[in-house]
């Protein structure tokens, strides 16, 4: 265990909900008290509001809520027509639901390698892997940093594709000025708790500015019907509940000051961390607001240094550590011979250290305290 100055013995976290709950308590309570009371805990006034509010937060045409991120990424798909016999273009190093979603609906997901600075899609080799089955690319604004964007949807409307955005780890960030999410045909994001944006339980949503699109949606997500028993598509049970509606209203009037401080919380971790060994601190690019879903590290002593932060009590997450084309679901791919360089060397090095909004600085600097210890 870490010790303290004054040698007590201290746990450190890679996130820590507590703190954000204590400091929304009162407000989180009143709100759902007021759904338990009012008997509508489907598809009510708190989901219709939330969706309006985090449009005019984003500056998009409209958000269709639903239950979770990987929902949200079918529900994009199948309103875009891709399926069976389609190809999407995506990357390897994301959470395994990126490509899931592309499998789900019948699709092949296509793998393209990562940038090494900030692990976001290599906008250098997507022409390469489209085909004449090439329906779609999917970037993912990885650990909470846009990826090169506008160079994707260059590339989408040269070859006649669609975009969809997942930026489940980035709500909030912005590109050129411009909130990630709402540069594609359409954009999806997660709820999930760990989240910048978090429920106290699982949602989703799909960003668009097209309201063909956005109709379509909202009938998939309640079992392809535009009204009540009539279904024109097959369609999912994918809905955002009254109560998470509710609480995600409450948080999102945080979500800027919540990154904000994460972005704080980064750069005082590379200030502290700068010329330890050989590690790489993330970069952030020009242009671009990175809200730090993850602070990630690069090491060649990765293990090594997890394993001794974790004697220490402090703990760090691989994100991710067997890139997704390597992973047996997809072992109906053929690809064993098939290599992408940066993703499989980074995943060998890469590590997130703890990362949450209230994260103390005391706390910061025993975790680097500790890293540099194990370098010395
Ligand atoms: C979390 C996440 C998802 C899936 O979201 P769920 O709500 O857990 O289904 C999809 N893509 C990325 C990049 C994620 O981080």
Same mark, same amino acid.
């Given at each position: 265990m870490a010790k303290t100055h004054n040698e007590q013995l201290v746990k450190i976290p890679i996130l820590d909900f507590t703190h954000q709950y204590k400091l929304i308590k009162e407000e989180v309570e009143q709100a759902v008290k007021k759904v338990l009371e009012s008997g509508a805990y489907i598809l009510g006034l708190n989901v219709e509001a939330f969706e309006e509010e985090l449009a005019t937060y984003l500056g998009c045409g409209y958000v269709i809520s639903c239950a979770n991120g990987t929902d949200a990424l079918v529900l994009a798909l199948r309103a875009l027509d891709i399926g069976s016999g389609d190809e999407v273009i995506t990357v390897s190093h994301s959470f395994f639901a990126t490509s899931e979603a592309v499998a789900l609906v019948g699709a092949t997901p296509i793998f393209v390698d990562i940038?090494? /600075?900030?692990?976001?899609?290599d906008t250098t080799k997507i022409e390469n892997a489209i085909t004449k089955k090439t329906k779609a690319i999917i970037p993912v604004h990885i650990y909470g940093q846009p990826c090169e964007i506008e160079d994707v949807i260059k590339i989408a409307r040269r070859n006649n594709l669609y975009v969809i955005e997942d930026s489940a780890q980035a709500l909030g960030a912005k590109y050129n000025g411009k909130f990630v @999410?709402? #540069? @594609?045909? $359409? @954009?999806?994001?997660?709820?999930? *708790? !760990?989240?910048?944006?978090? =429920?106290?339980?699982? +949602? @989703?949503?799909?960003?668009?500015?097209?309201? &063909?699109?956005? &109709?379509?949606?909202? =009938?998939?997500?309640?079992? +392809?019907? *535009?009204?009540?028993? $009539?279904? /024109? #598509?097959? +369609?999912?049970?994918?809905? %955002?509940?009254?109560?998470? =509606?509710?609480? %995600?209203?409450?948080?999102l009037k945080y979500l800027?000051?919540?990154?904000?401080?994460?972005?704080?919380?980064?750069? %005082?971790?590379?200030?502290? %961390?700068?010329?330890? +060994?050989?590690?790489?601190? *993330? $970069? !952030?690019?020009?242009?671009?607001?990175?809200? #730090?879903?993850?602070?990630?590290?690069?090491?060649k002593k990765r293990d090594e240094l997890a394993n001794h932060l974790k004697v220490k009590g402090i703990d760090t997450l691989i994100y991710y550590p067997v890139p997704i084309h390597k992973q047996k679901a997809f072992d109906y791919l053929n690809y064993k011979n098939f290599h992408l360089p940066v993703t499989e060397k980074i995943s060998h090095e890469i590590l997130s250290l703890p990362m949450y909004p209230e994260l103390s600085q005391e706390s910061q600097r025993i975790v680097v305290e500790e890293i540099k210890r194990c370098f010395v």
């Open positions: 940038r090494e /600075d900030d692990y976001n899609i @999410g709402t #540069f @594609g045909d $359409v @954009g999806t994001t997660s709820f999930y *708790p !760990t989240k910048n944006l978090g =429920a106290c339980g699982d +949602g @989703g949503a799909v960003f668009t500015n097209d309201s &063909e699109i956005r &109709e379509k949606i909202c =009938a998939l997500r309640v079992h +392809g019907s *535009p009204k009540r028993y $009539v279904h /024109d #598509f097959i +369609g999912y049970n994918s809905r %955002l509940d009254e109560i998470q =509606a509710a609480i %995600l209203r409450i948080k800027d000051l919540w990154n904000k401080s994460r972005a704080k919380i980064a750069y %005082l971790y590379s200030d502290l %961390l700068k010329n330890t +060994g050989d590690i790489v601190i *993330p $970069v !952030t690019k020009k242009n671009c607001t990175h809200i #730090f879903h993850q602070y990630t590290i690069r090491t």
